[in-house]
């Protein structure tokens, strides 16, 4: 490879690029939508959960442990009904996601046997909701029973060490808050990287096809493999930008904790970056259709890295022979690899594994590429 050669094939992809409204809104304006846009709009939280209260009784008890609700951040009283027609025509349109019936004898059952019961009915059409929405009101209302018997041993003169003699003291890393942003925003980055840089370089080849300058570049003493590094060079160039303005806005906008070091960072996000821009490249020379190629990345980036790479979706809860599959997505190791530098700051002895599988990814791909693209006019 002559760098002469290299350096005149990639001013001239930049040249097309600056001439390309398609490419330059690709290339500038999606990851700053999709940062905002998916960073907003996909949470795992469930908070100010509706839930709709039918207090039977009305007795102080009854109006503490409603409270209790109404103090938390995961609910949001939404109606206060008296009647179950009421609280089933509520639940019906959709006003509440839970309901919560005291029983007319809460207090008596409570000052009585010292236990008593509380009815919650779940709207399930979400199963998952229903799920947390049902073990947060489990949490609530256990809260509020060790707040009874502490009050009743207070009264009787007891010690209050002998209401719970074991006790569990959490400590989580990692990701203090448990916060899913935390979760979300790093594996968004691979998701931005992948789809960006597949969908602009799946057009370096066939846009000369369509535009009819293919019959000039293979004129050109220019040999295949100088034609592939001077296109691939200037989109590397444009998705370590985008890396960068994804880390931005990750740590000062969403407040994503990063841990890690820059240039192990770096150094793995080029790696990731040269599988999918090799797969964009394979692909614009196998389909001499822009359009064609372009879809083609879309179907080869996004559904597996959105679905199968661990992004959203814990790898560990599919069935056996998908999570055997995802070992074949290359976004799968990236993910991994991101949210461990963000989130436990791991370097790259850590990161070994994750590494060497996308050393191995890269490695093929490119050999494809530079294989596939003949400097012939058939």
Known sequence: MRFRRLRAIALKELLQIWRDPRSLMIALLMPFTQMFLLGYGVTLDLKHIPVCTFDREASQNSQSLLKHFEASSYFAIARNVRTYPELISAIDRSDCKIAIVVPPDFSERLNDTGTSSV????????DNTANIAYGYAVAIVSGYSNDVALDALGRQGGELQQIQPVAVQSRVWF???LDSRNFIIPGLVAVIMALVGAQLTSLTISREWERGTMELLVSTPVTPSEVMVGKLAPYLALGWIDASFCLIIATLWFGVPFRGTLFTLFATTTLFLTVVLGIGYLLSVLIRSQIGASQVALLLTMLPTTLLSGYVFPIDQMPTIIQDITYLVYSRYYVTIIKAIFLKGAGIAALAVPILFLLVYAAAVMTL??????????
Do not use: H, P, S, Y
């Open 119 to 126: 009815q919650a009915i779940l709207d399930a059409t979400d």
């Open 369 to 378: 590429a530079a294989r596939a693209f003949r400097k012939r006019l058939d």
């Open 175 to 177: 990701n203090e808050d």
